[in-house]
């Protein structure tokens, strides 16, 4: 991930470098941001950090992370995204039953009393949940004091502005201005 | 002089270091057992130390100086949130911690932000309680001028931490300390540890100016020939919280309520005195479940002394 930090503040700037770029891999979201820019003004407190993801969020079901296929009336499911495992097993438990879902490994699932179009069908992760992930992860990286927060979201762009106390209109269109250039920058931002 | 060491290592022939240490004319400040491992903080002649390293030795133990022994300092972050807590806040108490001081960590109610950070009489007067405090702050200068108004006023020694090096604080706090700012990992590079370290260094030098100053009107008694006697009240021996009795640089905070047993602690007897006579007895701000013993100075027992003794003449 690209961060670029606009920033008056030297130390603070570099800090915030780091401290981003950590706490993104802490919570697993650096692999899926293409770039971050990060602009600074304690002295206002205005803090906008606008990120550009790799792709737009968007709901994942089984289909789309395993390999499928039915024999017999048994429906066999091969994780090929294993970070989405847990949540596979706990839909398809949901769905059909502890009793008619064998994990046979890690990676391999069978479901008897299923229909494959069914079984692929299952939504295993919802973009609304993923961009609530991001924007709490990016929420968690501002400074604590800053509570006063808006968010723009355009596809893979998401641009959050930050102060301290009220909104004033000047801080709000600078974070406009900012997540525009973002999303209409290619991948040279 | 007394040398404070740190004895660490297992419960195995420890009752035979004990009765060396007061062999040698030394005193226990802080033991610590946990499971078959034991710490022993004590204070021991110098010129006895090859002994007792040796003897430690022999036990299978190993000893280091701890020059912060027998104090309790605050680490005091704007809150106990997750952009605080654990990095640096944990990593300086824990530094100090290997130094011998106790160490509390405490988190203000509405210490977050520029210009919203606030610290309310209660928490200061909470802080003033240690023999030093530190405060951790952040990353951004203007911030961090911004809040040195948060310990401008505490009773306590403070060291300030923060990211980069303010202007306008050097007055309202005894040192500053900066290059350490927010973090979200661990202090373990050379660098960081290098600033643990300096951490510690000005903690110890405010110490042992506050204890210089000590000296001039020295207290009446030692806070461990309090410590010895409280040992043997019941309530304290029965205490599980962890250290019920923690040294002061001058007195001792007791980790038992104040309402129910000050008065039993007033009316114990040391050298023919009450230690009511010798010391003032205060409930923490914290909560009532702690006494803190303030010892009196030479000069003002004996000025109560006189006192008492004019009073009584016809």
């Known amino acids: 991930m690209d961060i670029e930090v606009i920033a008056e503040d030297e130390f603070g700037g570099e800090s915030y470098r780091n401290l981003f770029g950590e706490i993104m891999a802490d919570v697993g979201k650096a692999v899926q941001m293409e770039k971050a820019l990060l602009v600074l003004k304690p002295e206002i407190p205005l803090f906008i950090f606008s990120v550009k993801l790799r792709a737009e969020p968007v709901s994942k079901t089984v289909a789309d992370v395993t390999n499928i296929r039915t024999e017999g009336g048994t429906v066999y499911i091969t994780i090929t995204e294993e970070r989405y495992a847990p949540d596979i097993l706990k839909g398809l438990w949901a769905r059909y039953g502890r009793n008619s879902v064998e994990q046979k490994t890690r990676l391999d699932i069978e479901v008897r009393n299923a229909s494959e179009k069914d079984a692929g069908s299952l939504v295993v992760a919802s973009g609304e949940e993923h961009l609530k992930e991001i924007i709490g992860a990016v929420w968690r990286s501002m400074p604590e004091g800053i509570k006063n927060r808006h968010t723009f979201i355009d596809g893979q762009v998401i641009t959050v502005v930050a102060t301290e106390e009220r909104f004033e209109p000047h801080m709000l269109d600078e974070g406009s201005e900012y997540h525009r250039k973002m999303t209409e920058a290619g991948k040279d931002v | ?54 003897f430690c030795k022999e036990i299978g133990g190993e000893v280091k100086s701890v020059p912060l022994a027998g104090t309790e300092i605050a680490v ?43 610290i309310n009489l209660e928490e200061k007067m909470i802080i003033g309680e240690y023999d030093a405090a530190i405060f951790s702050l952040g990353n951004f200068k203007p911030c961090v001028e911004a809040k040195t108004d948060l310990f401008s006023d505490i009773r306590a020694p403070v060291v300030l931490v923060s990211g980069p090096m303010p202007e306008g604080a050097e007055n309202k706090c005894e040192a500053i300390v900066s290059g350490v700012g927010r973090k979200a990992s661990r202090m373990r590079t050379p660098p960081e540890r290098e600033k643990l370290d300096e951490i510690a260094d000005k903690v110890g030098k405010i110490l042992r100016d506050k204890k210089k100053l000590l000296d001039e009107d020295p207290l009446f008694i030692h806070p461990t020939e309090i410590k010895h006697l409280l040992e043997e009240y019941e309530p304290v021996n029965m205490c599980l919280r962890p250290a019920p009795v923690v040294l002061h640089l001058d007195g001792l905070r007791v980790k038992i309520g104040y309402g129910e047993h000050h008065e039993d602690i007033e009316n114990m007897e040391i050298y023919g005195r009450k230690v009511g006579d010798i010391c003032r007895l205060s409930p923490s701000k914290i909560n009532d479940s702690s006494i803190l013993i303030r010892i009196k100075t030479r000069s003002e027992v004996l000025q109560e002394d006189s006192v008492k003794e004019g009073g009584n003449d016809p």
């Open chain 2, 76 to 118: 005091v972050g704007p809150t106990l949130g997750r952009h605080h807590m654990p990095h640096p806040i944990c990593d300086i108490a824990e530094h100090l911690r290997k130094q011998g001081a106790i160490t509390v960590v405490m988190g203000l109610a509405r210490g977050r932000g520029k210009l919203t950070s606030q």
């Open chain 2, 1 to 54: 002089m007394f040398e404070v060491l740190l004895y660490d290592g297992g419960v195995y022939r420890s009752e035979e270091l004990f009765e060396l240490i007061e062999d040698a004319g030394g005193t226990v400040i802080q033991k610590t057992r946990s499971s078959q491992m034991l710490s022993v903080t004590m204070s021991i002649p110098e010129e006895d130390r090859a002994v007792i390293t040796a």
